[in-house]
C-alpha cells in the first residue's frame, strides 16, 4: 500500500477541497442557469405558440354561431331526420353561403322551384371560410345529394375528409355537444393540410333525441406561423395524426423531428423532463416544446411545437464553464502554493519532532528540540523535552538500582508498585558462600580481596538469571537466591537445583582461569515464605522471610567444599532421588526436629547409571 507523507497529504487535501467546490460550483450554477433558461424560453414559447390558437379560435367564433343556428332550424332537422340530403345540402348554401369556400357552392340553386333560379353570393364573406362540408345521419352514416349540387362531395379531398372522418366513427355518433378538434389531409403536391373541425349535433324537431351531426372543416391559418418564423427564432407546427405539418420548420430538418416526437410528444406535453429536450438541426441545436392543443376526445390529439435555436444559451453555458473550471484551476494552483508554504513550517518541526522521538526510541535520552515559539509546536517541543528528561532520569535510576537489586525489584521500584508488606506463597531459596573465606584474603590487598569478590559474585549472578532465579542479597561472600519469588511455580525447585550444579561448574571454570582454588558450598531449600518489601516507607529491602529461608542459610553453612545441601521437600520436588545421597538426621539451629538432609552430586547423574545410595533391604 502506497503511504505518502505529511506534505503530500495536505496538498492532495486542499486540491481535493478546491476540486470538489469547483465540481459543485460548476454543477449548481449549470443547474441554475439551465433552469433559469428554461423558464424564460418556456415562457416566451407558451405565450407565442398559445397566441395561434387563440388567433384561430377567434376567427372560428362567428362561424361556430352562424353554424349552431343553422342547425337549430326545423326544416334543417326534419331534412336530417328525413334523410333529404338533396334539400339539406341546399339549405346549408342558402344560409351558410358567406362562410363556405367556392367549391361547395358550385351548383347552388333554389330550394324552392317558386323562388329565383339565381341567388347571388353574397358580399360579405366570412374570414374563416369551410373548405370541407358532410352531414351524418343517427347512425353515423354520410349524408350525400346525388344532384348535380352533390358534385362537390366526389373530390379527392372531400373523400379523404370523409375517409378520416370514418375512422373516427363511433366517436363521433356519441357526439351530444359542439365539439371541435383537428384533422390532418392531402393537399396539393402531396403535402398535408391541417382542418379544424367543427362538429355541432342536429336534434328532433321540436327537441329530443339526436338524429345526425353537420361536421365542418376549415383550413388552418398559416399567416400567424410564418409571422412567427419572420419575428423570432421560434419555427412552429403542429402534430396531429403521425403527421408534422409546418411551412415553418425546414423540409430536410422535419425527419428529424417527426422521429423525436414519435418518441417524445406525449412526455414533452405533460412537462416531463426526462424527454430528450435537443434536436440537433442544420442550424445548429434546437430546444423542442411541446403544447397541446384544445380538441375533444372524439377527435385525434393534435399539439403545437415549437423549435426554438438553443446554440446562443448553450454557448453562454459552456463560456460559464470555462470561466468556473479555469477559476478552479487557477485557485487549484494558489492552493497548492499556499499548502506548499504552510507545510513547510508544519512540516520542519513535525520532522525534528520524529528524528528526536526515534533517537529516544533507540536509548539516546540526551536529545532535545528546541522551543522557538509558543504555539503548538512550541509547547509540543517543550513536552517532549521534559519527557526525554524524565526518561534519562528514570533510566538512570533503572541503571543503579539495577547494580544494587535484582531486575525485578528495580521494576517494580521504578514503576512504584511497591509497598510494605508481601506475599505469601511457595518458593526456593539457594543460599552459596566460599569456603575457608578468611585464609583465603588474610594475605590479600583489601583492593584485590574486592576483585576477587566481584568476579566471583558477577559469575555467580550470571549463573542465578540463566535460571529464572532473582538475587536476594549479598552478605560478604554469600549470595542468596530465590526461585519463584513472583508467584508459585513448580518449577521453582527444580531450577535450583540445576542453578546450584552450574555454580559448582562455573566456580571449577574461574578456579582454572585464576590458578586460585576457590571452593564453595550451596543449601537449598523449599517451602512456604513470604517474598515483599521490608523495612520502612522511607527505606525498603526487597527480601524472602520464612522458615525455608532460614533451613538452606543453615544447609548452605554446613556444606563441605564443593557440596550441595538440600532439604527433603527441594529433593522430592526437583526429582533427585538418583543423585541425592541421603545424610543422617541433622539438628539444626532454631529448628526444634531433626531436618532430613540430602547431598546432591554436582554433576547430572543419567537413567542408566547405577545409584551411590544405599538400597533399602526388604
Not at 203 to 219: D, H, S, Y
Not at 397 to 413: E, I, P, Q, S
Not at 468 to 479: A, E, N, P, Q, S
Amino acid at each position: 500500500m502506497i503511504s505518502f507523507g505529511f506534505r503530500i497529504k495536505l496538498l492532495l487535501a486542499m486540491l481535493a477541497v478546491v476540486g470538489a467546490t469547483t465540481a459543485v460550483s460548476l454543477m449548481v450554477a449549470l443547474q441554475r442557469v439551465e433552469a433559469a433558461n428554461d423558464r424564460l424560453f418556456r415562457s416566451r414559447v407558451n405565450e407565442q405558440l398559445s397566441y395561434l390558437p387563440r388567433e384561430q379560435a377567434a376567427r372560428l367564433q362567428e362561424a361556430h354561431q352562424q353554424a349552431g343556428r343553422f342547425v337549430e332550424q326545423a326544416e334543417v332537422q326534419q331534412a336530417v331526420e328525413e334523410l333529404d340530403a338533396s334539400r339539406l345540402y341546399a339549405l346549408t348554401r342558402e344560409s351558410l353561403a358567406s362562410m363556405l369556400a367556392d367549391p361547395l357552392l358550385k351548383g347552388r340553386g333554389p330550394v324552392n322551384p317558386d323562388q329565383p333560379a339565381v341567388i347571388h353570393v353574397p358580399r360579405n364573406r366570412a374570414r374563416v371560410m369551410a373548405s370541407h362540408l358532410v352531414f351524418l345521419d343517427e347512425q353515423g352514416e354520410f349524408l350525400l345529394p346525388e344532384d348535380r349540387a352533390g358534385s362537390f362531395a366526389q373530390t379527392r379531398t372531400q373523400r379523404e375528409f370523409r375517409a378520416k372522418l370514418d375512422s373516427l366513427h363511433g366517436g363521433l355518433v356519441d357526439l351530444i355537444e359542439p365539439a371541435s378538434g383537428y384533422v390532418a389531409i392531402s393537399g396539393l403536391n402531396d403535402t398535408r393540410r391541417l382542418l379544424e373541425v367543427l362538429c355541432l349535433p342536429v336534434e328532433q324537431a321540436g327537441g329530443g333525441r339526436k338524429v345526425g351531426t353537420l361536421i365542418m372543416g376549415f383550413p388552418m391559418n398559416r399567416r400567424g406561423e410564418q409571422t412567427l418564423d419572420e419575428v423570432s427564432e421560434l419555427a412552429t407546427g403542429v402534430w396531429v395524426d403521425g403527421a408534422l405539418l409546418s411551412g415553418a420548420i425546414a423540409e430536410l430538418d422535419q425527419p428529424k423531428v417527426v422521429d423525436w416526437l414519435r418518441l417524445h410528444a406525449e412526455d414533452a406535453a405533460r412537462g416531463d423532463n426526462a424527454a430528450a429536450p435537443f434536436i440537433q438541426m442544420q442550424g445548429g441545436p434546437y430546444r423542442v416544446f411541446v403544447a397541446p392543443m384544445d380538441s375533444d376526445p372524439a377527435l385525434p390529439v393534435a399539439y403545437k411545437v415549437g423549435l426554438y435555436a438553443w446554440a446562443d444559451a448553450l454557448a453562454v453555458q459552456e463560456e460559464m464553464k470555462a470561466q468556473i473550471l479555469g477559476t478552479g484551476a487557477i485557485m487549484g494552483i494558489l492552493a497548492v502554493g499556499v499548502s506548499w508554504l504552510i507545510s513547510l513550517g508544519l512540516f520542519k518541526p513535525v520532522r525534528r519532532l520524529y528524528k528526536a522521538t526515534m533517537r529516544l526510541r533507540e536509548g539516546d535520552y540526551d536529545v532535545r528540540l528546541p522551543v522557538r515559539s509558543n504555539d503548538e509546536f512550541g509547547k509540543l517541543a517543550a513536552a517532549f523535552n521534559d519527557t526525554a528528561e524524565e526518561l534519562s532520569l528514570k533510566e538512570k535510576y533503572r541503571d543503579v538500582l539495577n547494580k544494587v537489586t535484582d531486575k525485578f525489584v528495580a521494576d517494580r521500584l521504578i514503576n512504584g508498585n511497591v509497598a510494605l508488606g508481601g506475599e505469601t506463597h511457595g518458593m526456593t531459596v539457594l543460599f552459596c558462600d566460599m569456603r575457608k573465606y578468611t585464609e583465603l584474603t588474610q594475605h590479600m590487598s583489601p583492593e584485590e580481596a574486592v576483585m576477587m569478590l566481584n568476579e566471583h559474585m558477577t559469575a555467580m549472578t550470571r549463573v542465578v538469571h540463566e535460571h529464572d532465579g532473582l538475587v536476594d542479597k549479598f552478605v560478604g561472600d554469600m549470595i542468596m537466591a530465590v526461585f519463584g519469588a513472583t508467584g508459585s511455580d513448580p518449577t521453582a525447585p527444580e531450577r535450583a537445583v540445576t542453578c546450584a550444579r552450574a555454580m559448582i561448574a562455573e566456580r571449577k571454570v574461574l578456579n582454572m582461569m585464576t590458578g586460585r582454588e576457590i571452593n564453595v558450598g550451596v543449601g537449598v531449600a523449599t517451602g512456604e515464605m513470604l517474598a515483599g518489601f521490608m523495612g520502612s516507607e522511607d527505606r525498603l529491602n526487597f527480601t524472602v522471610i520464612g522458615q525455608g529461608a532460614n533451613l538452606a542459610s543453615r544447609l548452605c553453612t554446613v556444606a563441605g567444599p564443593m557440596d550441595i545441601l538440600v532439604d527433603e521437600a527441594t529433593c522430592e520436588a526437583a526429582r533427585e532421588g538418583r543423585s541425592a545421597e541421603p545424610l543422617p538426621p541433622m539438628e539444626i539451629k532454631g529448628f526444634s526436629d531433626l531436618q532430613a538432609v540430602y547431598r546432591l552430586r554436582p554433576e547430572v547423574v543419567s537413567e542408566n547409571e547405577p545409584s551411590d545410595r544405599p538400597s533399602t533391604p526388604a
